[in-house]
């Protein structure tokens, strides 16, 4: 584009009731709300294509939320969980499956809560969407990054490479930094920065994590159904501790979280290490905490002794590594006992009491070191963003600069894997849309 049309694109100045910039989860039920409710709405997006994150997510199925109540979904977002009772009040997970139903997309619930469409296409997903928003008559622009977004007057004033726009009322929905491929290179940061707004700082979330021992990438592709994995700082005792109340963690653990677990050629992924990478890049580095996995966490200390003693007895001749059972791949027990400094053929019958309590530690607490994760790039979500007490979570509202709402990702709102950030981006975007 040359300066003089550059020029003359610019001098022109659309004006509508609501602008909505960023046509993710949020920002497409933001947009047909606030148009459903008769205001002239305009939604804008950078990218050529609206919803991109929802056509890659749940490997290209979209896991559109989680089969529980609105506590179920706040309980995953641990302290920050609070700032939704409203979003989850106007819109919860079961109007949310209703909403969808209503535009003829079906639904279901897999045995762990994910809920996917019937189709296990994510595309439905955005098309049901999109077919909400055209029918309630919001314009889509798409292809149009904003450059810029300030105060003007008692109305906004949102430029983007194509022209400038007026608004009463900005919805902001661009999203945080996870993906990047798909638009969200947090542009949105600075634009609220400017307007007064505090930005925690932004950091991977629902991300693998990386690690340099070896003993980990020569497992690679192996899957582990259920493992518990506590992130913990590195001085304080890792043994398991005894009774503990609801929900409350064990003194120098940042972390605690239990599912599937799948070792790679970079260290560990699968659902139970993205859920607590969050801790991961919480600190200064990575080198600051350690990884300490539980293998066998339906199992007590005492109860996995018992059964390597019950094994010995019944067959000492067999090698340690195929004592336990059928309960662990016969790999990661070989792994586990060279990692507690036994020879690899070691048999049952010939264990002390010290080796034999230092393979059960293995199994019950083996301590990784981390150098990482893999970044935003492979990050699902994002962690950090707009501090929620700056925004009133009765309408979205800012509480800094009237008129201005916020919704999704952008927030410093990230939950566990599952749905429930799906839920709620959908959620804060809908009650925005609901409030202006």
């Known amino acids: 584009m040359s300066p003089e049309s550059d020029s003359a694109s610019l001098s022109r100045v659309d004006h509508f009731d609501v602008v909505v910039v960023g046509a993710g989860a949020a920002g497409l039920l933001a947009a ?46 641990g302290s920050a969980g609070s700032f939704l009772h409203s979003p989850l009040s106007a819109l919860g997970p079961q109007q949310l499956v209703d909403l969808f139903h209503d535009e003829g997309l079906g639904t279901q619930a897999e045995p762990g809560g994910k809920i996917f469409p019937d189709s296990d296409r994510a595309l439905d997903v955005l098309n049901a ?51 990047p491929g798909c638009g969200t290179t947090g542009d949105g940061y600075a634009w609220l920065a400017a307007m007064g707004h505090t930005i925690r700082r932004p950091r991977p979330a629902l991300v693998p994590l990386m690690s340099d021992e070896a003993w980990l990438h020569e497992l690679s592709g192996l899957t582990i159904p259920v ?24 003194p120098g653990v940042w972390i605690e979280r239990c599912g599937s677990l799948l070792f790679t050629h970079f260290g560990l992924s699968g659902p139970v290490a993205m859920d607590v990478s969050r801790a991961v890049t919480s ?11 539980d293998f066998l966490p339906m199992l007590s200390t005492a109860d996995v002794d018992e059964r390597l003693r019950a094994g010995v007895a019944r067959d000492g001749r067999k090698q340690l590594a195929l004592l336990i059972g059928a309960e662990l791949p016969r790999r ?32 019950k607490n083996c301590v990784t070191s981390l150098t990482g994760t893999r970044g935003f790039d492979k990050a699902e ?15 979205m509202q800012s509480k800094l600069v009237s008129n201005l709402y916020l919704a999704g990702e952008i927030l410093d709102l990230d939950g566990f894997i599952g749905g429930y950030n799906f839920q709620a981006a959908f959620s804060t975007g809908w009650l925005a849309g609901e409030s202006v």
């Open 227 to 250: 493992a518990r994995l506590r992130v913990v700082d590195p001085s304080v005792d890792v043994k398991p501790v005894g009774r503990r109340g609801r929900n409350r963690l064990p």
């Open 332 to 363: 990661l027990m070989e792994a586990l006992v060279v990692r507690a400094n036994l020879p690899a053929d070691r048999r049952g019958a010939e264990l002390s009491k010290a080796e034999r309590l230092r393979f059960v530690d293995e199994l």
């Open 283 to 293: 600190a200064k580095s990575p080198r600051d905490v350690r990884l300490v996995v």
């Open 381 to 395: 979500v994002t962690a950090g963003g707009v501090v929620l007490d700056e925004v009133d979570s009765r309408d």
């Open 129 to 179: 969407l999109l077919r909400r928003l055209e029918r309630c008559g919001a314009e889509l622009a798409l292809d149009e990054s904003v450059t810029g977004v300030d105060r003007a007057g008692g109305s906004f004033r949102v430029v983007t490479v194509k022209r400038a726009l007026t608004c009463e009322k900005l919805i902001i929905t661009a999203g945080g930094k996870s993906y």
């Open 32 to 77: 047909a709300r606030s148009a459903e409710r008769d205001r002239r709405t305009l939604l804008v997006e950078k990218n050529r294509k609206p919803g991109v994150k929802i056509l890659m997510s749940g490997g290209t199925r979209c896991n559109l939320t989680h089969d529980c109540d609105a506590a179920g979904i706040i309980a995953a977002f």
